[in-house]
């Protein structure tokens, strides 16, 4: 845990005050002190943030703060307090990129499975994924196993728990769990499919124990988790113990404080997600194109001994748009389209086997 | 777990958009999914979020919606799910207030001990309390241990562990936590006073039950915890089940999409902080006195039957600023003093004499 993780932020402040500016940022995300009132050399030399560099970029500055990695204690939230603790109190401030030192990442589990475990897992070496949602909560147990068995039919890959559907009185998990998985298993056994089912996993460490439990005595290889909700480190904990796969929710991941890249696609791979959500362009959510192709850089790319994790772009997508997502994202990709199907109605098969059909065929 | 949650955001859009702009809000956070795709009679009537009021404010709109409380399943990460899961990725969208109906906040355990609580605690039945940090992070147990000394012989109500002390490798959990508990304990000896020390809790849930059986170990009464850094269903496991008196911390708690009252104020409450630490005006951050006074009263204001919590105003405040701060809070409120107190260097023990005398005259 030595060497410093280069954190990048963007400060709105003049010229005349970015100087000082970025020495409190450097201050407030270390020692949160004034730095003349501390005696001890080794803090002042290897634990009080350092000033970096400080560029012009639009109307702010980008600061690149060198954090000492020692203080993150190689842990989760105590990760994202060094990075973004106090200073999300002050909105002039976001939280741009990190750079971790050779090495960090290994206090870290990373992905388990990342896309060539998902792909054993579904038996589809190469072609770009499916996936479709279970909702909308409110439903009865029976009619969200009728829409599961409606999707693994058409051949979808995934099929996950919309993220509203947790452990509520109309569906409790317990029950809706196990139907949701027979009724995909059956319907495998009739096409020959491996769809999988992603349920949601919420709620706090007795309840998401519990849910483990359901989940193991039903054959559960998959679970749909949102990382904020639950808590960052909850969700490394269960990177580390539930042995399922790890399809991670963006919910309350916050708009434009922590640059999505990072959070939905970096972060989220480090604490050890396989799949990550995320609002694609054009669609519900107002991420531009760049940005969604940047998280799936950041959820792919080459980091160290990480495994690549798979990016999953949501949102208010239609079975129009799978050539155009294919052509942006590439192969190793899983298309979400949730109510873009549910739309169909009567058709909601027909529509499916579409959706599936033209991804295999992409 | 009936009736409607009464969820207030402000949202930019114009006024030609702003009716179907709230609709689709009203779809994202309970259903989401196109309403026109739903059959099921019982989800249209009771599940589907409704558009309670639009109003204009500002240059924007205050659109409440009646969110069914069934959704929430009376639990932390699914309630913020509801209130502000996928919407925290729409930029133009920010939470702004939540009543909830009546009887709803008995599925949450609320303060334990609250205002009442901590006071019989420290044995100070009236006047306003105080408390200091233990900082910079890096610095070793025995200098954290003397400042603990310093800061109990003078009177100090509390010392917290700096929210950046967490179990690093310069000061871990397990040897920090009892020296500086046992130097707490002498001063109390020899003063006759009753400081308490409140150390951050950290890290995944299992790193969180070994921090509690130290605790539990050294005779801990208090702890320092960010909801928002270990989860929020993590805070409210802790209050059922720690026994701790609970200092919660805003890090992590963003800044301009949920209203600082609602987050810090009735959700941290709801939860089951007994005080809840926020960055006061005029110090390193920027929420307005507006905004404070408006935690204060969250705090503290009737509700049910949630006990009150302790408001404490921090974040560079000084000595100088105890009666202006007195007046503004009143009497039922924590003066929490770090780094203004840390700079005095030599004069560290005469300093806060002069605090916490000033805090007790006023």
């Known amino acids: 845990m030595a060497g410093r993780i280069l954190a990048t932020y963007r400060i709105a ?28 050399a080794r803090v002042l030399a290897e634990v009080i943030a350092t000033v970096e560099s400080i560029r012009p970029s639009g109307d702010a500055f980008e600061v690149a703060l060198g954090i000492a990695a020692e203080t993150t204690g190689g842990e989760a939230s105590q990760l994202v307090n060094m990075l973004f603790g106090n200073c999300s109190l002050q909105p002039e401030v976001e939280l741009v990129d990190v750079a971790f030192p050779p090495g960090y990442a290994k206090a870290f589990p990373g992905p388990e499975f990342g896309i060539a475990g998902l792909r054993a897992m579904l038996g589809a070496p190469q072609r770009p994924l499916t996936c479709s949602a279970l909702k909308p909560q409110g439903s009865t147990v029976d009619h969200l ?35 949701v998985q027979q009724a995909i298993a059956e319907a495998n056994r009739e096409t020959g499919g491996r769809t999988l089912y992603a349920p949601t996993l919420s709620g706090d460490p007795r309840a998401l124990a519990d849910q483990l439990r359901v989940a193991r005595d039903c054959g559960l290889r998959m679970a749909l988790v949102a990382p904020m909700l639950v808590g960052l480190p909850v969700f490394v ?11 991670a929710h963006p919910a309350f991941g916050g708009a434009t404080r922590i640059a999505p890249a990072l959070l939905l696609g970096k972060l989220f791979r480090l604490f050890g997600a396989d799949a990550t959500i995320f ?7 107002s991420y531009g194109r760049d940005t969604c192709l940047a998280i799936a850089r950041a959820a792919r ?10 990016p999953v772009p949501a949102g208010g997508m239609s079975v129009e748009r799978v050539p155009e997502m294919v052509a942006d994202y590439g192969r190793d990709t899983m298309l ?27």
Chains 1, 2 share one sequence.
Not at 149 to 154: D, S
Not at 237 to 247: H, K, T, V
Not at 301 to 310: G, I, R, S, T
């Open 13 to 40: 402040a003049s010229a005349g005050d970015i100087e000082a500016r970025a020495r409190a940022l450097a201050s407030e995300q270390s020692v949160e002190m004034p730095v003349e009132a501390i005696r001890d």
């Open 145 to 179: 196993a009728h829409l599961a068995r409606t999707f693994a039919l058409a051949g979808i890959d995934v099929v996950k728990d919309d993220h509203g559907l947790a452990n509520q009185a109309f569906s409790p998990f317990a029950e809706r769990v196990p139907a």
């Open 336 to 362: 979400l389209i949730g109510g873009g199907l549910l739309v169909a109605g009567d058709r909601l098969a027909e529509r499916s086997r579409e959706f599936a059909e033209k991804v295999r065929r992409s």
């Open 279 to 285: 609002p694609n362009h054009g669609g519900r959510f």
């Open 301 to 310: 790319d080459p980091w160290e001994d990480l495994a690549p994790v798979l």
């Open 237 to 247: 904990e269960l990177r580390r113990e539930s042995g399922l796969a790890l399809l």
